[in-house]
């Protein structure tokens, strides 16, 4: 079962730790200001009130054994690099953090942190672009007709090509991915076939992926 | 040409007039910081040092000419929706404003807001999914090696059917949509006859996409 700890329980970290809870996972928060620890009791596995930056305090807590670990304080960029530093020098697998503009984002990348999130920026990028033109894949992604899922395969596939199966006419719907193991087929031709782990990407009417899911 | 206004430069504010401005669109970014007012002046159209909460300074800047204006102030929670009520009050025809929290969402939906959006939230939810699993989409979205983009239908397949214009084994692409006009067209069938303008959203390796938007 994957660990996770998010530092820093802004709006972002919070909403983190809502998600990760929400999926059924362990998340430890920590933050400094009482009141937002506070927040989270109900939500998070454990919330501990605590600076980040003291390494002691990481020790104590065993971060190292936490899978994943999210640096998400905002404003105070020398405690988000700092923290930063101490999980990867103390063998955090996977250390994610939050950049307040591009400068702190280079520096994060420079001391090793796995993934560097700009979530203002990113943002801000997809609702200028939906605002501007009404995007096809937004449609998609936001229609409430339309969706992309994905889905174990339904036992009566497996072991055809996606020709004998005859999914789009059959059942309305288009495969245009599939992941077998750590191998990603995008845009799979009619002759691919299908086999019993294979997890399909699906992009088709809502009530066509139910009654798919159904099967 | 639309135009926008962006008021309150923070992280997020600030992201917006810089994509806005780089698609070529006129953009007004205001704040009552002058430190955030400088940091777009060479972004925006025009950066305005102004309280939004100011009825007198939205008229004068004639803020109800605007096609879309965005609320991007965060903290004060009390000016972001004073500023939002003004614009409706002032017949902005889309008024776009930034929630702190659920219930602040709420209150800016009952005041007739046109679309509200929780950017630390919604990628907190992103980041999530992302790193819980290793989701096709993300890898379709995130991999350097596939894309999903749009484009203008090239003159090669004007006129036929997809089943006709043969683009998947030719071109090693799939049309997983298009839109004609308003009207959007998911999951197209192979009898699907594309036409002139209409726009195709292609799935596959950028490679083959960039020979395709050469053609
Ligand atoms: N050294 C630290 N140790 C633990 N928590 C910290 C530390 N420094 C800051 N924090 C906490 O990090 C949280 C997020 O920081 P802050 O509010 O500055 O960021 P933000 O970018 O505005 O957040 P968001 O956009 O996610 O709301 C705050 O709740 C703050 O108390
Ligand atoms: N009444 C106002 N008129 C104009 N600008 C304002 C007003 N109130 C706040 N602002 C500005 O709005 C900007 C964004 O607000 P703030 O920094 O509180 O939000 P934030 O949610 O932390 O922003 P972000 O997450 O986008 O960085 C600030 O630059 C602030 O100066």
Redesign the pocket.
């Known amino acids: 079962n994957m660990q996770f700890a998010v530092?820093?329980?802004?709006?972002?970290?919070?909403?983190l730790v809502r998600e990760l809870s929400r999926m059924g996972l362990d998340v430890l928060g920590?933050?400094?200001?009482p009141n937002?620890v506070n927040l989270v009791k109900d939500i998070a596995t454990y919330a501990v009130e605590?600076?980040?930056?003291?390494e002691q305090v990481l020790k104590t807590l065993g971060i190292r054994n936490f899978d994943v670990v999210v640096v998400?304080?905002?404003?105070?960029v020398q405690?988000?690099i700092?923290?930063t530093i101490l999980l990867k020098d103390m063998g955090v697998p996977m250390v994610v953090a939050?950049a307040?503009n591009n400068l702190h984002g280079r520096v994060l990348e420079k001391i090793g942190t796995d993934l560097v999130i700009y979530?203002?920026r990113d943002m801000a990028i997809r609702v200028a672009q939906s605002l501007v033109t009404k995007s096809v894949l937004d449609h998609i992604n936001l229609s409430s007709e339309y969706s992309i899922v994905e889905m174990i395969t339904p036992d009566l596939f497996v072991g055809k090509t996606l020709r004998e199966s005859n999914i789009r006419e059959r059942h309305q719907v288009s495969i245009i991915a599939l992941k077998r193991g750590d191998e990603i087929i995008v845009n799979p031709t009619p002759d691919q076939s299908i086999l019993a782990k294979d997890i399909l990407v699906v992009l088709g009417k809502i009530k066509h992926l139910d009654k798919l899911s159904d099967l």
Chains 1, 2 share one sequence.
């Open positions: 530092l820093g329980l802004g709006r972002f970290g919070i909403s920590v933050d400094s200001d937002k605590a600076d980040s930056t003291d998400a304080i905002g404003e105070n405690s988000n700092l923290t939050k307040q979530p203002e």
